[in-house]
């Protein structure tokens, strides 16, 4: 059964920090990996998608990582806001499932 | 970009009525829907799988007779909670697979969610 963990559970930093969320998986036969996020009372967001074949995807301030074989996955936020604060949700596309994470809290202080 | 809704946004019913949740994919076709239910502070819990015109394939422990769920054409399917008790109160949030020209590609887009509260 493939299991979906986040580190940490909740970040608080100040602006400007580059800061970098964690996401590990237990099962590397993963078709994709995707960064989602969340406000809060609100659905999600695709942030970013790798594919099973790539090492990383970035998006402006965004980058994210995949190593499949390890089952480990980074989301870097580089220059952190305030309106980044959010809950951040990794989800990997498993069969035709995507199983998610418990998701990190960030709340970035101005 | 793609964009899936979600009607209502929030519902409060009392115990023992009924509830229809919709899920639309408004500018692109989805043979297959998704149907989370998230409890606070909690991830995103797989429901069913609701594919175009068949039968949706329910996760186990998700009672089938209880959430009804209905796929009618490629832009909507419904989630109905039958029989809504308080412990049914949660988040749930619909997501739909793009399909474009005939293949289905691989991002999921998400509905807005759906507050129900029983009481």
């Known amino acids: 059964k493939q299991e979906v963990t986040q580190i940490p559970a909740a970040l608080s930093v100040p602006e400007g920090e580059n800061l970098v969320l964690n996401c590990s998986f237990t099962?590397?036969?993963?078709?994709?990996l995707q960064w989602f996020r969340q406000d809060p009372g609100k659905g999600l967001t695709s942030l970013l998608l790798?594919?099973?074949?790539?090492r990383e995807q970035t998006s402006g301030r965004l980058n994210a990582s995949l190593d499949k074989s390890s089952g480990r996955s980074t989301l870097y936020i580089a220059a952190s806001q305030p309106g980044d604060s959010a809950t951040y949700l990794c989800?990997?596309?498993?069969?035709?499932?995507?199983?998610f994470g418990a998701g990190t809290i960030l709340r970035v202080k101005s | 970009g793609a964009v899936v809704s979600q009607h209502p946004s929030r519902v409060i019913c009392k115990s023992g009525t009924s509830v229809k949740i919709e899920c639309r994919s408004l500018?692109?076709?989805?043979?297959?829907m998704f149907w989370y239910r998230q409890f606070p502070k909690q991830s995103l819990m797989l429901m069913a799988t609701?594919?175009?015109?068949?039968?949706?394939?329910?996760e186990q422990g998700v009672e089938k007779d209880k959430f009804l769920i209905n796929h009618a054409s490629l832009t909507l399917s419904t989630l109905t909670v039958t029989s809504a008790h308080p412990e049914d109160s949660s988040f749930y949030i619909c997501?739909?697979?793009?399909?474009?020209?005939?293949?289905?590609?691989?991002?999921?887009?998400f509905g807005p969610g759906t507050r129900l509260t029983v009481l």
């Open positions: 997501s739909a697979r793009r399909t474009s020209g005939g293949v289905r590609t691989d991002t999921q887009y």
């Open positions: 099962d590397s036969a993963i078709y994709n």
């Open positions: 790798i594919q099973s074949s790539q």
């Open positions: 989800a990997v596309r498993h069969g035709n499932k995507l199983v």
């Open positions: 500018d692109f076709q989805a043979t297959t």
């Open positions: 609701s594919n175009e015109g068949s039968k949706a394939t329910y």
